[in-house]
């Protein structure tokens, strides 16, 4: 139990928070804890109601000592200042274990569905509910292998395998797949009922990458425009205490990269992969697809996996064809097993699309040979309908980049004309509240005074434009982020002539 978890719980001892954090309950929170206190043993640790009386002393605190730190700048100023603080850090506090279960659920859905299907492949061998289990627990899936690892000890110790896999079931949120695991337990291993079920993936892995696309318009204008604007209002404030062609306002430059980063990270991060999804490798990826239609073909006619393999690779002809060539020496003349093949062919690959689907095509065959060759050919059609998903949202990021480097422009035409237009309220802060107020008085302007400035503007512009665009897809990112920063000293000169 880490700090938090102990602040969350001396907090919820103090009636008054404890009340006022009722008021903060929320849908997330209450499924994050549903899942958190499964994985502390399946005791309830803390309520909502902790939680939220956590929130509320963290922020009080943070006021405070904010506050405290700041007292001696104008008092308004630094109320405004650690009021915001307080409620970032808060909010922070409020969604650790809410962030703790999305990192955990988006990491485990990425593999749902693939579990799922080697579930199918066992029960319809075995008939066997432990062996399904034991079998995830062998394989390497991330945070799912290791669960039902401990699902394994705990049968080890006497408990039904049944109820175990059930209640890890309902931990879960994802409602395609617990419908679909409590139903294959429902039916009592009867094969024929399994095989009537429909074995197609879950959507909600799709549905949260379409969302995600949707969303991307909004996260961009976010970014861009927090990363302009804030800059030059923390600038217009710094100048109110510090001459502006002082080389103290460069202590700004770290605060903003920092925040630029964090809101990259916060907005942009795409937190899961999509099996269809365009990668550094995915040409290898689309042949191997082209490769494994064919071989499932093959496995759907009750032919071995060897000789699949064989027949396929005389029908494929495509750019892995002497990666898979060197497949069939392996098999023909090192006379190797069906399925160190497999793991050499892992090897050789790159993508790591391909091997996610070569890892569990190897899996199945360790089964049934023709149940395999549907199951993959289900997976086949799947991969095709989340490309379809995946360019759509190609088609919205080249809409979003000629809007995006306009966008861009703009904004460092505005920070170009803010360069020349913040040292005037410099002056007329030094002549409102007097000489003793600034460190500096600055009487005469000439263009080296902006150079602290334009230092500062200027790399906070160049990393944002190469964050943007990086994240639409420009090819040349580091072209473009140069010419918006060329743009920007353009104005800063092309204005100076007015203003200085």
Known sequence: MNWIIKTYKFAGNIKILNKLGAKLRSNKLRKALHFFNYYNDKKLIISSENV??????IFIISLILTNL???FFNILISLLISFIFALIISRKFYYYIINYHKIRYLNSLQFLDLVYQDFL??????????????FIANSSYPIISKDFKDIVKAINLGEKPETLLLNYIDSISNQTFRERMTNLISYNLKTDAKNKKNKEFSTE???????YT????????ILIGINVFLPILTTTLFSFYIAINSYFILILLPFHVFILMLLKKVLLKREFFILGANDTDSNEFNELILFLSIFSNQLMMNNSPENSLIKSLKIYKGEIQEILDNTIFDLLMMDYHIH???DNLIDNLKSNQSKVILNLTNRMLKKDSKETGYRLNNIIDNIQSNRKIVEKRNILLKSQQFK???LLFILSGLMGLMTNIIPLFNQFFQ????????????????FFDLVPIILTFGVILFITSKAITSAIKFKKSYFYSIIVLFVYLLIVYGTSLFFL
């Open 340 to 342: 160190k093949v497999m």
């Open 431 to 446: 002549v409102f509240m007097g000489q003793e107020f600034t460190e500096i008085t600055l009487t005469e302007n000439s």
């Open 404 to 406: 995006v480097l306009i």
């Open 214 to 221: 949707k969303q991307l318009d909004t996260r961009l204008t």
């Open 69 to 71: 730190c700041l007292i």
């Open 121 to 134: 492949i066992i029960l319809n061998s075995t008939n066997s509910i432990f062996d399904a289990i034991l």
């Open 205 to 211: 892995l799709g549905s949260k990458y379409q969302e």
């Open 52 to 57: 939220g009386a956590g929130t509320i002393l």
